[in-house]
């Protein structure tokens, strides 16, 4: 089955430490993305990536980085830096050219305390 | 600066009875409107989408209203169903961007049986 792997679905961190959050498609699409969700804001762009080696800075990259070496992979890091890391993290993935929808993974729910 | 804002943030409806969700946008240059479903627990999956040169779109039981003047569209779910009962988003494409999509704040529904 073709999808977004996200993993894992809980995370735990301690204040002060960065964690990676993965994720992983085989729909061999060129791009990717990171929203982030909190209760009653919807989704937020965090950075995307339209082709390998490269990416962009959504509306709230701030405390956050990514990296695209691969075409199937798409991690996120949240620093120490982010000031409210909780939160509902979604990866998607869509094609590029024309207009397509975003297939999303299942989300990893980041708890920071 | 949220540029689609969607209401009511939730709303409850009897079996069988029409769920309507609205949306309005600021920028003219939003050329694809899609809606996605959301389930506890799980990523978004695209339910509808329409571009702006065409007034409604009916897939079953969900239709999409679209107002280019008054730069509103909404969602009607008609004879809703326990099985409708999740979070709805609606979302905008700024073409230029890609496929990036800038979404609402989302909308929950429940529908008692």
């Known amino acids: 089955d073709g999808g977004i792997t996200q993993s894992p679905k809980y995370l735990f961190r301690k204040e002060g430490q960065n964690v990676t959050l993965s994720c992983e498609q085989n729909?061999?699409?060129?791009?990717m993305y990171w929203y982030r969700q909190d209760p009653g804001q919807g989704l937020r762009l965090i950075y995307y990536?339209?082709?390998?080696?490269?990416?962009q800075k959504g509306d709230i990259a701030e405390g956050y980085s990514v990296s695209r070496e691969k075409k199937e992979s798409f991690p996120l890091t949240v620093t120490s830096a982010q000031k409210n890391p909780t939160a509902f993290y979604l990866c998607?993935?869509?094609?590029?050219?024309?207009?397509?929808?975003?297939?999303f993974g299942n989300g990893t729910r980041l708890t920071v305390t | 600066q949220q540029q689609v804002k969607q209401s009511p943030q939730s709303l409850i409806v009897q079996k069988g009875g029409i769920s309507i969700i609205n949306c309005a946008y600021e920028?003219?240059?939003?050329?694809?409107f899609p809606w996605y479903q959301q389930f506890p627990g799980k990523g978004p999956a695209l339910l509808i989408a329409?571009?702006?040169?065409?007034s409604e779109k009916k897939e079953g039981r969900f239709t999409i209203s679209f107002n280019k003047s008054a730069k509103q569209f909404s969602l009607h779910i008609m004879d809703s169903q326990p099985g409708d009962s999740a979070t709805y988003f609606c979302?905008?494409?700024?073409?230029?961007?890609?496929?990036?999509?800038?979404f609402g704040g989302g909308t929950r529904v429940l529908v008692k049986p």
């Open positions: 729909l061999n699409h060129d791009a």
């Open positions: 920028n003219t240059a939003f050329d694809y």
């Open positions: 979302a905008a494409r700024f073409k230029a961007a890609g496929n990036k999509l800038t």
């Open positions: 990536s339209q082709i390998v080696n490269d990416f």
């Open positions: 998607a993935s869509s094609e590029t050219g024309g207009v397509t929808a975003l297939h």
């Open positions: 329409i571009r702006p040169d065409v």
